[in-house]
């Protein structure tokens, strides 16, 4: 398949949603109660786990996108530049999946049942199990971390972009 040179609407309307849900991911579980034992999700666990699996489904989608919908490295990149972008970005995918994934184990070892939005019943990955639950919410935050780095070193190389090389990178990703 030949690589196209430029973003198409659906990869960058793909990527601002996510880009947004994934902010208000990371305020929902920052500010939604702590976990207690027995505890049965409220408001905030319930929107956290909906806008989370809302990003599951389109961090999926994207990359499916992506793997059917190429686009090759901005060719005026020096070669470390277009290797270490594109690691970055196979990273993002691979920590966006990893965060949610947990994210979901841990809601299934716990045993809860969740509506969607309070709207559609979520299926659970496995049953309850709170010695798995403990070590899941482990991973689930080391990836949260992880993933909070990775888009830290993208965020700011995409200003770097900008301000220091002065170049077109960014418009890429930005509308025509
Ligand atoms: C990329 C998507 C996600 C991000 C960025 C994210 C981020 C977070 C954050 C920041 C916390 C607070 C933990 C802390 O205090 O350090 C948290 C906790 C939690 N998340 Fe997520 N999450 C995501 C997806 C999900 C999904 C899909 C689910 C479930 C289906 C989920 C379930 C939970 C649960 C159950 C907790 C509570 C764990 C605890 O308080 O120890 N998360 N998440
Ligand atoms: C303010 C925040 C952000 C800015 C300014 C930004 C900017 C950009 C730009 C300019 C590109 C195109 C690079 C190129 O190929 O020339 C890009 C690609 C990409 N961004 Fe972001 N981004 C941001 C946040 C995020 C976040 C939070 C994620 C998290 C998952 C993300 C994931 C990606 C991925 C995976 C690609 C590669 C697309 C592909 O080829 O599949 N970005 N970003």
New binding site residues.
């Given amino acids: 398949m030949t690589a196209r040179l430029q973003?198409g609407t659906t990869?960058k309307v793909l990527?601002w949603l996510?880009?947004a849900l994934?902010i208000m991911q990371y305020l929902i579980g920052w500010l939604m109660p702590d976990i207690h034992r027995g505890m049965k999700p409220g408001a905030g666990m319930t929107f956290h786990i909906s806008v989370g699996m809302t990003i599951l489904v389109l961090i999926v989608l994207r990359f499916a996108w992506?793997l059917t919908h190429p686009?090759a490295?901005?060719s005026s990149l020096p070669p470390w530049q277009r290797l270490s972008?594109e690691v970055v970005?196979w990273m993002?995918?691979v920590l966006?999946l990893a965060t949610t994934v947990t994210g979901w184990l841990f809601a299934s070892y716990r045993g809860w049942s969740v509506a969607l939005f309070y709207v559609m019943p979520m299926p659970m990955l496995a049953s309850d199990n709170a010695a798995a639950g403990k070590a899941i919410d482990g991973l689930h935050q080391a990836s949260e971390w992880a993933l909070l780095v990775l888009?830290g070193i993208?965020?700011a190389s995409?200003f770097a972009h900008i301000f220091v090389y002065r170049n077109r990178?960014?418009q890429?990703?930005l509308p025509e």
């Fill in positions: 973003y990869a990527h996510i880009v994934l992506r686009v490295p901005e972008s970005h993002l995918y966006v888009i993208h965020v995409a990178i960014m890429r990703m």
